[in-house]
């Protein structure tokens, strides 16, 4: 889709040219037009035009430079491989009937006018991905909303809001990093750019994406898509992600704390160990509170909980293990028993002695409940700063 910057180039650029000129996509399509014949009569010809050159076998249109085709010359003036579009001039319209002897002059036209809008195309891209990537990272300090008009108008004055997906790779010590411009490419067959998605590479291991959000485009329609991202990556990649999703925000300046939404549902997601296609900010519960809680009140729950010293005992981690699955089975002794692949006589004692040393009775559905968020601040404390333990 061409920005209103392009449009205003292209028409500098027409001004110039001297015949019918214009831009149009593979399919045919006429994304800019300035010329005497009128624009229905070109959109026909260069409709049919495409449509051969899509069933001849003979042409490879993303591997053609230019060519001519009946009084058209084209040029391939693709930036952004996700929409591959021509230049073109329309030969008849010339004011010299000498056309043929003239052909080469008028290439060179073309070829010049080509590379003025591909280089001024190719900054303008990198200006785009350079203003959001500091609007992500730093905010509103370091950028304007003349700098993103200039830039995103376009997308901006027809967004209801916007949010950020971030994908993210699960990087072990000693893997390779993964390819980040075809995990930038495979984001970019997912949502395109038509609508204003924008692929901002952050840094090899995080990618975000923009997402403005419109009548036709919801927050559930953003939602959908990047529950899409973690198994196409994994399959046409093969590199393991994080994928996560802020909640939407109003304006286009506060895409930062989007940002930052995102960032903390994938540190959340990593800490609690969720398997999720797609963490969800404005949807993830008691985990989201417990990560907002400061580590000493963490301490403090534990150890009132539990008691003194419960953590350090040998036989807790196995207790607590116990508990924990008896819990997620609704306190039915023989799921549980099966789940861990125990006697059900051997899941009883455990359960009585880990009543016996904390004095809890975890077949109760309150004290249930507290031990349940007691075993998710253990785990919170266990990934985040284990060594904190030792002070319990």
Request: aromatic share 10%; charged share 25%.
């Amino acid at each position: 889709m061409l920005s209103s910057a392009n449009k205003k180039q292209l028409s500098e650029i027409a001004e110039y040219i001297g015949a019918d000129f214009g831009i149009v996509d593979e399919l045919g399509h006429v994304l800019f037009y300035s010329g005497k014949q009128s624009e229905s009569d070109i959109s026909k010809e260069l409709l049919v035009i495409f449509s051969e050159l899509q069933n001849d076998d003979a042409y490879n249109l993303y591997e053609t430079s230019k060519f001519s085709r009946g009084k058209f010359l084209f040029e391939n003036v693709t930036v952004d491989n996700d929409e591959l579009i021509f230049m073109f001039i329309n030969l008849n319209t010339y004011a010299n009937d000498d056309v043929e002897n003239n052909i080469g002059t008028y290439k060179n036209i073309l070829a010049l006018a080509a590379h003025g809008f591909k280089y001024r195309e190719s900054q303008s891209s990198k200006d785009l991905i350079n203003i959001f990537k500091k609007l992500l990272i730093e905010g509103r300090r370091n950028v304007t909303e003349e700098q993103l008009e200039a830039v995103y108008g376009d997308f901006m004055a027809n967004a209801g809001g916007f949010a950020v997906v971030l994908v993210t790779l699960n990087i072990v010590s000693g893997a390779p990093a993964g390819d980040s411009e075809l995990i930038c490419r495979t984001l970019q067959e997912i949502f395109g750019t038509e609508h204003g998605f924008l692929i901002i590479p952050i840094d090899y291991a995080r990618t975000a994406v923009v997402c403005p959000i419109k009548e036709e485009i919801t927050y559930d329609y953003i939602v959908e898509y990047a529950n899409m991202i973690k198994n196409t990556l994994l399959l046409e990649a093969m590199v393991e992600t994080c994928v996560s999703v802020s909640s939407e925000t109003s304006s286009i300046m506060n895409l930062n704390d989007a940002y930052i939404e995102a960032d903390k549902a994938k540190n959340i997601g990593m800490i609690f160990e969720m398997t999720d296609n797609c963490l969800e900010y404005s949807r993830l519960g008691l985990e989201k509170l417990i990560y907002s809680i400061p580590m000493d009140a963490c301490l403090r729950y534990i150890t009132e909980t539990f008691g003194e010293g419960f953590i350090k005992d040998r036989s807790a981690k196995e207790l607590l293990n116990t508990v924990k699955v008896y819990l997620e089975n609704n306190l039915n002794i023989s799921e549980a028993s099966r789940v861990l692949y125990i006697h059900r006589n051997t899941l009883m004692y455990r359960l009585e002695k880990f009543n016996k040393m904390t004095g809890l009775d975890c077949s109760k559905f309150d004290v249930g409940m507290r031990i349940g968020i007691a075993l998710l601040i253990l785990q919170y404390i266990e990934n985040k700063e284990p060594a904190l333990l030792n002070k319990i």
